[in-house]
């Protein structure tokens, strides 16, 4: 079921439905968001080296952004949960309604709202919704194949580098390391 997570959930549902029938499909993410919104969203685990490799990137100066499908309200709730939230400049998510839940639309918000010129930006991704979101704005990608998609799906999508773990990340995007 690893296709399930990456996605927009109206598309994850509406596939897992079999349905595009959008009463339906608001009352199935209702009921999941109301597991997810008290449990869901707790039962999850840091990748190793996280925090580390988040920590090597602003020393050398990098500022780091999250860009995520999942609702903001649950993503803030997340990293707060694991003490994350000072490695990062800024932390984005989508809308309950769905607005923002396509990555290439979070994407180009985030390269708005920040004022960064894509061509000074990388998105570290794991799934090919990251990579064909950040190659819609001509943003650099790195994907990596410790998350849920694999190096066939990422090089499918137009990733740039493929990182095997965190501690690849750096190595990839800062001179000399």
Do not use: C
């Not at 993410?29 to 580390?52: A, C, H, W």
């Not at 903001?72 to 003490?83: C, D, K, N």
Request: proline share 6%; hydrophobic share 35%; aromatic share 10%.
């Amino acid at each position: 079921m690893i296709w399930y997570i990456g996605p927009p959930i109206q598309d994850t549902f509406s596939l897992l439905l079999k349905t595009t029938d959008e009463k339906l499909l608001t009352q199935a993410i209702s009921l999941y968001r109301d597991r997810f919104s008290k449990i869901g969203l707790f039962e999850n685990l840091l990748y190793p080296q996280i925090p580390e490799t988040l920590k090597t990137l602003r020393a050398y100066g990098y500022k780091t952004f999250i860009a995520t499908s999942k609702p903001y309200i649950y993503t803030i709730r997340i990293i707060e949960h694991f003490g994350l939230s000072p490695l990062f400049d800024g932390i984005y998510g989508s809308e309950l309604d769905g607005t923002r839940s396509v990555k290439g639309d979070l994407i180009g918000h985030i390269l708005l709202t920040e004022k960064l010129s894509p061509s000074t930006v990388i998105m570290v991704g794991d799934r090919k919704h990251d990579m064909i979101g950040a190659k819609l704005h001509k943003v650099a990608t790195i994907g990596v194949t410790y998350g849920y998609g694999s190096e066939e799906e990422l090089t499918t999508h137009g990733a740039d580098w493929i990182a095997h773990s965190p501690e690849d990340i750096p190595k990839l995007i800062i001179p000399n390391l």
